[in-house]
């Protein structure tokens, strides 16, 4: 059914219905159609333009429809153009003629950036609650490896010992900003098109903040042309989407690394694992590599959206509806991904034995030495040189930095005396560095104690949005 056609002499050709139809993707909006539906079916009684009695029965029917679609008893046929045709025939055969008037005061054009938006808005939920196990899971980590030191490294090089705790922890204060990013997309966001109309408003819809307010939204737009044209929310949306996909990506990153042979950093429990067909010894980090993988869609999905809306006319455009597909494709692939990610990460078995061993090789004291001279005065300049002898010395007797004696430093600097010998040891090395951003242990379990402290508060916001949702129809 098309909702047009008036004017026309003639029907759709194949090839153009073909190509205008969206209800193959569009259809996961119908839960959101409903809801706008009987709001604003609120509006039509309100403004006498359903009688009471039919407004009964709308709703009655409404309602039908979407326990029909819920079950799957109702579904969308190859004539049906989208998702807000598919309903409106659904409505009209349960309702007769009448389930027509509901098309009055309102346009596809608001009706569809509403239903996207509404569905943005729980989505995202979704995901932040997801995100936030996967913090958790890093945090009960890190809690575990407070005593755990490991080498730090720069340029894939030994660089200087830290807290291995400190090394699991970054991540969830990477997470945490994408979680952040969730509320603040909320905040700016949650505002209804509703009452847009086409582009100029309606005069049959007199109140589109209370419709707003019906629908879940804070309140509505200020421009009923921005309105329909606005799709920022979902650009905005997609690229949460892609920063998080970069930092599953490095987590991803990290657990293949640290999983091969070579480093024996961290065993990955077979349930998180696979195997392969020729090999029988194989176990493969794939959902590592998946989390990798699947950035490079989240970023090819933002870009595609972008490119979309680049230099459009405001108002609507039919451009408009390739909106919708990489948004979806996003949303889908991440919750697929976060919850075997967070399975990974959480039955991780680390060896610390073997991430602590090689801690203090590749003269990863250096930088200790070069401080001990600067703290006594000593220009960093000079204080560097000294260490970079040291590490010369240390090369050609091959020898660790913290194996070299007493006699050999003072010969290389007069200034390289005995009180040296507590910090170049890793305990020394780590326990100097205090400050709260800083490896030493005492300053990440601070740190990870706070950590968990977020991540409740964040439960809770989490919690009390969607307890505001739950009395809609679609949840
Ligand atoms: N299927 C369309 C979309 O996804 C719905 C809006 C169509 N509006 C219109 N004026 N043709 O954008």
């Not at 969206?22 to 333009?49: K, M, T």
């Not at 065993?267 to 990798?292: F, H, W």
């Amino acid at each position: 059914m098309t909702l047009w056609g008036g004017r026309f002499e003639s029907s759709p050709a194949q090839a153009m219905a073909a190509l205008s139809r969206s209800v193959g993707f569009d259809w996961r909006l119908a839960p959101y159609e409903i809801e706008v539906n009987l709001v604003h079916l609120s509006n039509l009684i309100e403004q006498s333009i359903v009688t009471k009695d039919d407004g009964a029965k709308i709703k009655a029917a409404l309602m039908e429809l979407a326990s029909d679609i819920g079950s799957g008893k109702f579904k969308y046929t190859p004539e049906d153009e989208d998702v807000h045709s598919a309903i409106e025939r659904g409505l009209i055969e349960k309702c007769g003629p009448v389930g027509g008037a509901i098309r009055a005061g309102r346009s596809r054009n608001d009706l569809v950036v509403t239903d996207f938006k509404l569905y943005l808005v729980d989505h995202l939920l979704e995901v932040a609650s997801e995100v936030s196990n996967l913090v958790k899971a890093f945090n009960a980590q890190s809690e575990k490896h407070l005593d755990v030191i490991a080498p730090g490294f720069t340029h894939t090089q030994h660089a200087q010992p830290i807290t291995f705790a400190q090394e699991l922890s970054k991540h969830s204060h990477a997470l945490l900003r994408d979680i952040d990013r969730v509320f603040d997309w909320l905040d700016r966001n949650n505002l209804s098109p509703f009452g847009a109309g086409a582009l100029a408003g309606s005069s049959i819809q007199k109140d589109p903040e209370k419709s707003g307010v019906a629908l879940g939204f804070n309140g509505a737009m200020a421009n009923s042309i921005d309105a329909v044209s606005d799709r920022d929310f979902a650009a905005e949306a997609l690229f949460i989407i892609a920063m998080l996909g970069v930092h599953l990506s490095r987590i991803g990153e990290e657990f293949i690394l640290w999983s091969s042979t070579e480093f024996n950093w961290v065993a990955i429990d077979d349930a998180y694992a696979t195997g392969s067909s020729i090999m029988p010894q194989k176990k493969n980090a794939d959902v590592a590599e998946l989390a990798r993988g699947k950035s490079g869609r989240f970023i090819g999905n933002l870009t595609s959206l972008l490119v979309v809306l680049k230099a459009m006319p405001f108002a609507y455009n039919r451009d408009l509806q390739e909106d919708k597909e990489p948004v979806f494709d996003s949303v889908d692939q991440l919750l697929i991904l976060l919850p075997a990610l967070t399975g990974m990460v959480a039955t991780a078995k680390f060896n610390k034995a073997q991430i602590s061993k090689t801690a203090s090789s590749g003269f990863s004291l250096a930088t200790e030495i070069a401080d001990f001279l600067a703290k006594k005065q000593i220009p960093f300049s000079i204080a560097h040189e000294v260490a970079g002898e040291c590490v010369k010395f240390c090369e050609k007797s091959g020898i660790e930095l913290h194996e070299i004696t007493d006699d050999q430093l003072l010969k290389i600097h007069p200034a390289l005396t005995k009180d040296l010998r507590a910090l170049l040891n890793l305990e020394g090395a780590i326990s100097s560095r205090t400050s709260a951003m800083a490896t030493s242990k005492k300053s990440v379990s601070q740190a990870v104690t706070q950590l968990n402290k977020e991540i409740t508060k964040v439960d809770a916001e989490i919690s009390k949005h969607q307890k505001r949702l739950s009395g809609m129809i679609r949840s």
